[in-house]
């Protein structure tokens, strides 16, 4: 394994290790609890691909839902995959510069187009009363990454030849 390749997957572990510390760190609310395991993963895009960085995310959920029993079973499959195409989505944008939308874009699709498959597969009142919290928790998670990412990019300054 090259040098580039195996300094990218010792990252996405350590971004997922970290994921795992934000998923100890719960915001209460009405229907379960959210936490803090989205925000690494997405302040990752500074230095991994959206591929690698929607990897870290998925895991970052699991462990979440690890810690509170998988309240939903095997519904977390989708909220997995949905973590993914948030953070991928949202690592693209912010690799085409789009860095204003990127943040509208993610709350939406986080706090209000996620917990729309659950509309049907578990009842209406479960994804309106998610609509009370998801997007909160959501705008917590983006809140710490806008404060952090820009001196995180400042860290990683990309050069020809380092991690992409």
């Known amino acids: 394994m090259d ?9 996405t572990a350590m971004v997922a290790a ?3 510390v934000g998923a100890v760190i ?5 229907i379960s609890t959210a936490a ?9 895009v500074v230095f991994l691909s959206p591929v690698l960085a929607g990897v ?4 970052g959920h699991f462990i979440s839902a690890l810690t509170t029993g998988f309240p939903l079973g095997p519904l977390h499959i989708i909220i997995a995959v949905e973590m ?23 709350l939406i699709l986080n706090g209000v187009v996620a917990p729309l498959p659950f509309y049907f597969i578990i009842s209406p009142a479960f994804y309106w009363a998610s609509l009370t919290s998801l997007p909160l928790a959501t705008l917590v998670n983006l809140v710490i990454v806008a404060i952090v990412m820009p001196i995180l990019s400042k860290v990683f300054v990309r050069k020809e030849g380092r991690v992409h």
Do not use: E, N, Y
Not at 3 to 11: G, I, P
Not at 84 to 106: E, L, Q, R, S, Y
């Open 3 to 11: 040098r580039q390749r195996l300094m990218k997957l010792t990252l």
């Open 18 to 20: 970290i994921c795992a």
């Open 26 to 30: 719960k915001i209460p609310t009405f």
């Open 36 to 44: 803090l395991d989205s925000a690494p993963a997405l302040l990752s």
């Open 56 to 59: 870290a995310g998925v895991i």
């Open 84 to 106: 993914f195409i948030v953070v991928w989505v949202f690592g693209v944008m912010h690799k085409k510069g789009m860095h204003f939308w990127k943040w509208p874009v993610a």
